[in-house]
């Protein structure tokens, strides 16, 4: 197949890229090489698919690279929790404005296979399961029981203690942050094309991501990054809440591996969600605590607190992507860890002042 990865640089995209051609596919590498991702230059491991540098937001570029594409993986995107409201512009103008650009491209060169990155984000907290009152969706946390160490969420109904259990699919979908807002925006459109062109998306809800060629000392970066950053100068990770927060920590490989399953894959009609993760949940202060060991460091620090719009516990239920995908993780959890302690990272060309 020749296809056409966007983002074929960044953290994600060139593990696509690399598995794809190893795969003996024909790539279309496209990358716009945004300084909060990237480097002052285009990456070694990425220069072997000689890259065109360019923005998914240029039609008449898409209009050059897409005939004779037989599927497109959508990796480009402008990611991570930011830094406040005043990112509100980039979020939709590089994951939503520029997805629509890529869909209208995608349609006149009669494109009709997407591969979609999307995110854990869209769902918001986790799901809860009451007790009393089963499953339950709890309101946002409040910031005077963060400000007093309650960071669990309580039963809407009842107020009583609620369990987290496992996320699927067909979950509400509440986006907490702009970058959640976007990226199920993105869904959005994509599910909209399809149903207009006959096209078929599978929607992939990556959670969290880790491993080689990750960016590091920015913002923007997934929270394994921002440890080992701590780490390699000699600081203490710092544990946000309590650092008992459920996630899934997926490693990239596996989430490469997921790519490739899905765009070789028969396409869904017209839009198929599915949980990217390694179905074993762990919590932020056993990464830091890992991290720390592999790496030698100091031990984390547990400072409270919360982010505006961090959620508590998002866990998903993997087995949707096993019975249509095939897709199980391969690296736990410890392996994983461990190895990302010498992981080669890319350094950000420019960083929030």
Known sequence: MRILVTGAAGFIGSQVADLLAAEGH?????DALLPQAHGGE??????????????VRDADLLDRLLPGVDAVCHQAAMVGHGLDPSDAPGYASHN??????????????????LVLASSMVVYGEGRYECARHRVVRPAPRHPVDLAAERYDPTCPECAGTLTPVLVPEDAPLEPRSTYAASKLAQEHLAGAWARQTGGGVWALRYHNVYGPRMARDTPYAGVASIFRSELAGGRPPRVLEDGRQRRDFVHVTDVARANLLALTAPPPQPLVPLNICSGEPRTVGDLATALATAMSGPAPLVV????????????????????????????????????FATDPLRDPAALPA
């Open 96 to 113: 939503d404005y520029a997805t629509a650009v890529l869909l209208a491209a995608m349609h006149r060169a009669g494109v009709r296979r």
């Open 304 to 339: 409270g607190g919360a982010r505006a719009a961090d959620v508590r516990h998002v866990v998903a239920d993997p087995r949707r992507a096993t019975d249509l995908l095939g897709y199980t993780a391969r690296v736990g959890f410890a392996d994983g860890v461990a190895a």
């Open 42 to 55: 285009l990456p070694e491991w990425s220069r072997r698919h000689a890259p065109v540098v360019g923005d």
């Open 26 to 30: 024909e790539v279309v590498a496209l």
